[in-house]
């Protein structure tokens, strides 16, 4: 049966980010298609929670609180997979993000530490989860954004970052074939904490879903969803893509107001 293609049975998956939001859907959407998962966040208690939303679907969870800002400590949860589990198939890169500032605002600091956080935490993770992945024919999905190819006041670090993530993703998949997919999502709004503001303010909510092509917002399981198919043989003849998942934005849909400089 085609379905049978989205079959992850007996896989194994590292998930960064993977505390709530996007990351914590993805855990448990990988679990329900039958992988069991090393999850890694900041905290401890979050954590928990997802790996009891695995085990209620009859997989394995592995936590690992960990502050994902180290590159270093990205690597090592590719050790950890194979020591818990035996096996690695899957990494998705979804740690990230970077706050908003002006472009004069932001110092060659700030921009070169949303590149450490955005690409170079996932570059380690990848290499370092190479050699188990060649050995399992696995996969590596790369969590960019939209803001990675469109322009909007404010983002200059972020979406730099983002975009960099994606054209690492076309050439890590060129390095890595023909064992070893590598695709990228580029994500839209996604009602998260990132978005908490969004979701407590009905007219604000109301202008992005206004702005959005398919006018709503979209939900953590959109992208888990994604995931689920980039990393199983029905995504099996994709490598090097970054699919957009966002509503069909060619343009922000939340301006942040900043004014023109005098």
Known sequence: MILDRFKLTDQVAV????????????????????????????????????????????????AVPVDLSSPEAAAELASTAVAEFGRLDLVVNNVGGTYPRPLLESSVDFMEEAFRFNVSTAHALTTAAAPALLETGGSVVNISSVMGRVSGRGFAAYGTAKAALAHYTRLAAADLAPKVRVNAISVGSVLTSALEIVAGNPELRSKMEAATPLKRIGEAEDIAATVVFLASRAGGYITGKVLEVDGGLQAPNLELGLPDLP
């Not at 992988?35 to 929670?49: G, K, M, N, P």
């Open 15 to 62: 998930v960064t980010g993977a505390g709530r939001g996007i990351g914590a859907a993805t855990a448990v959407a990988l679990a329900e298609a039958g992988a069991d998962v090393v999850i890694a966040s900041r905290t401890a208690a979050q954590l928990d929670e997802v790996a009891a939303r695995v085990s209620a679907v009859g997989r394995r969870a592995h």
